[in-house]
């Protein structure tokens, strides 16, 4: 049976924590075993312990941004944030700029974000390398008896639809999608297209228990049967098979 639990009363986060450490108590307090299970990082826990913090005094706007912030009514400040972390814009709109982040995701402001930051005029950037920092994390927290599996987490809108869902920015320990094609549904005929986005799915799940709100930046998920290995930069669709790019 497929669990979900919540890991409560992780400290603030800082540059430097050791966030494998913190994990590996909470988890010893709650009861709830790491190995063989998959745990669910909220990204913005990860980015603050990588030190992926930027004050707004230091920023110097260009014209470029300026420009955009007229037009959108936006802290010039903070646009230029969006833009250095940006490969480039692909819309613009309704006080929105959905970008190309360096890593390849396709999202609001390039994922910087205010809220719940150490600070008045603080935004928390992306880390990095997502699946870098689930590496790390995987490694860090597997003992025997098996392995723990790490997927990092972000809150992304959908183009089709409204709402907020959480998808995978990191993964590390599990393949990140499953192939299902050559295999046969319940009618015996076979499956041609069907490849489940498994970290996008149980990143979306653990979203249920990581409210802004309730400061639950962990979820460990138990009886899920993971298998392989890989991270999440192996599922971004490349541009050649991009009908809205």
């Known amino acids: ?41 909220c990204q913005k826990i990860v980015s603050k312990a990588e030190g992926r913090l930027v004050s707004l005094e230091g920023i110097e706007p260009g014209d470029e941004a300026r420009e955009i912030a007229a037009d959108h009514d936006r802290d010039p400040r903070q646009v230029q944030i969006v833009l250095d972390e940006s490969r480039r814009i692909v819309r613009r709109g309704n006080g929105v700029l959905i970008t190309e982040t360096r890593h390849g995701f396709v999202c609001a402001n390039a994922g910087v974000d205010l809220s719940n930051a150490p600070g008045e005029d603080v935004a928390i950037l992306l880390p990095i390398d997502p699946d870098a920092s689930a590496r790390r994390l995987h490694e860090a927290l597997s003992e025997p008896p098996a392995p723990t599996p790490v997927i990092v987490t972000d809150t992304f809108g959908r183009p089709w639809r409204d709402g907020l869902v959480d ?15 050559g295999s046969r549904d319940r009618a015996g005929r076979e499956l041609l297209v069907t490849q489940p986005a498994t970290a996008d799915q149980l990143a979306a799940a653990a979203g249920l228990l990581m409210l802004k709100s309730a400061g639950i930046p962990v979820v460990v998920v138990e009886g899920f049967p993971f298998e392989g290995d890989g991270g999440v930069h192996q599922i971004l669709r490349d ?7």
Request: aromatic share 2%.
């Open 1 to 41: 049976m497929l669990r979900l639990i919540p890991l409560p009363g992780l400290p603030e986060i800082e540059p430097g924590t050791d966030l494998a450490a913190l994990i590996r108590e909470a988890a010893g307090e709650a009861g709830v075993a790491l190995a063989g299970n998959i745990v669910v990082i």
């Open 167 to 181: 998808v995978a920015l990191g993964s590390a320990g599990l393949a990140p999608i499953r192939d299902d094609r």
């Open 239 to 245: 541009s050649s098979t991009d009908l809205f790019r």
